[in-house]
């Protein structure tokens, strides 16, 4: 990475994170001696699904809207979580309280196939049962990407069909995600826009994206991306405010010529695009984007008091 480049995943320093516990399949040991085997599916072949959470005022945000895609996802690849969500949240409960952690925390709550005897790629060679690891974090985004901005570069890599590999998959393979934010450095940007096969403006590599025209939020179809967590919130809570929201085609000559474009994500919530592909996006002033961005704030707030 080259030195002045910046992703939507940054973070403040947190000294504490070196000594933070893992969750290895129902035992919660110090990060240096949390492993799983060179066998496992996810290590061997990518094969397992993940979420990313946030644990914030002592609660997991959207934790139902995070269980309804980890469960989908893991039975549309037929890997049998072994628990339900009450068993995935007492094992997020038990790790929390082991790192003494209730608020700017983030998650990943990692689940694959398991342990296979051989290594080789059939999916029956995963006999031992799945393999669940949480890792939680001290983390705060830095406030200085909302007034800097995140800088994109539209990729050749695209994203693909869902008879390939259904991007509404989080899989541990994020291969076609990686590929794409290496052509964006490579382009000199912070990450990558991605299109989807018929040339349409789709998402990012690691979050979903929005542009704002003429007082319109427009995102796209969601045919090719990520159903992000945020992303339905940001659309949800502007039909309610009477925000005009659009999901629907649009091209890169609607992008560039955007008044603003925002990316969304669990960790980051709403993050603004300063340019893509060198142009820069609007005036800077990102009216929309900073009160979808507070109505946000509220929302989660609400949430997280509220409970589960
Ligand atoms: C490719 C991609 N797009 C978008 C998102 C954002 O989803 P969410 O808002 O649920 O965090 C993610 C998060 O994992 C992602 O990996």
């Known amino acids: 990475m080259n030195q002045t480049s910046h992703t939507t995943h940054d973070s403040a320093e947190d000294e504490r994170n070196r000594d933070i516990r893992i969750y290895v ?11 799983v085997s060179v066998y496992d599916s996810g290590f061997m072949l990518g094969d397992g699904m993940w979420e990313g959470m946030r644990l914030h005022n002592g609660k997991w945000a ?21 628990m339900d969500r009450v068993g995935i949240l007492d094992a997020l409960t038990r790790t929390a309280a082991a790192n ?6 983030h998650c990943r709550l990692m689940l694959t196939r398991g342990v296979k005897v051989k290594p080789f790629q059939h999916p029956s060679l995963s006999r031992s049962g799945p393999t669940l690891v949480i890792i939680m974090e001290h983390s705060r985004p830095v406030t200085e990407l909302q007034s800097r901005g995140i800088r994109l570069a539209t990729v050749p890599q695209v994203r693909g069909l869902p008879m390939s590999q259904d991007a509404k998959f989080n899989s541990h393979s994020k291969l076609n995600c990686v590929i794409a934010c290496l052509q964006a450095e490579q382009a000199g940007a912070d990450e990558a826009l ?6 349409f403006v789709n998402t990012t590599n690691a979050c979903n994206f929005f542009i704002v025209r003429k007082g319109e939020v427009w995102t796209s179809t969601g045919d090719y991306c990520m159903n ?32 603003e474009a925002f990316l969304t994500g669990t960790f980051g919530a709403q993050t603004p695009v300063a340019e893509i592909d060198g142009k820069s996006i609007g005036d800077g002033s990102c009216t929309i984007t900073r009160r979808i961005r507070a109505l946000y704030k509220n929302l989660l707030e609400a949430n997280t008091r509220s409970g589960l």
């Open 100 to 105: 003494d952690m209730t608020h700017d925390v």
């Open 228 to 259: 992000g967590v945020t992303r339905a919130k940001v659309i949800e809570l502007c039909r309610e405010n009477d925000i005009p929201v659009r999901e629907k085609n649009f091209s890169l000559y609607e992008a560039y010529g955007a008044d």
């Open 62 to 82: 959207f934790f139902d809207e995070h269980m309804d895609r980890f469960f989908a996802s893991c039975k549309a690849v037929s890997i049998d979580v072994g």
């Open 194 to 199: 991605m299109l989807d096969p018929h040339g």
């Open 25 to 35: 399949n129902g035992d919660i040991v110090h990060r240096d001696a949390a492993k």
